[in-house]
């Protein structure tokens, strides 16, 4: 029959490409809910409950680069164009901040939770109306 169109069911099978297993780049983290991560490649992780935002250089190493009022949130971390930019939230959840720093300044060593420097606003300070 002319024109009539025929259906080839059999197909080879589809080669799926695999990646590999996960590679760990940090441990030892408390709830790391948020990261971003550089052109160079290295990550910044919210530890929230900590309220301390990390460096995990691509050896692994990690730092402290930023913290939350003893007792608050940071979160909601991103990078763009060598800044990274974090979030912090009292532990009420009345108020909220967003912060900026330049991805080149150079990293603190680990510090206890109580001798961890307050950071200030960059640019945005919002208070809940509740």
Not at 43 to 62: E, R
Request: positive net charge; contains cysteine.
């Amino acid at each position: 029959m002319s024109g009539e169109v025929t259906w080839n069911r059999t197909r080879p099978p589809t080669k799926i490409p695999t990646l590999g297993g996960p590679t760990v780049l940090a441990s030892g983290l408390l709830l790391p809910l948020s990261l971003g991560v550089g052109a160079g490649g290295t990550a910044y992780v919210s530890q929230n409950a900590l309220g301390v935002l990390t460096k995990v250089s691509l050896d692994g190493t990690t730092s402290v680069v930023a913290s939350a009022n003893p007792g608050d949130e940071l979160g909601a971390v991103s990078v763009r164009n060598g800044t990274v930019y974090y979030s912090t939230n009292t532990q009420d959840h009345t108020a909220s901040a967003l912060y900026s720093i330049r991805r080149h300044l150079p990293a603190q060593p680990p510090m206890p939770k109580s001798s961890i420097p307050t950071p200030t606003p960059a640019f945005l300070w919002m208070t809940a109306c509740m």
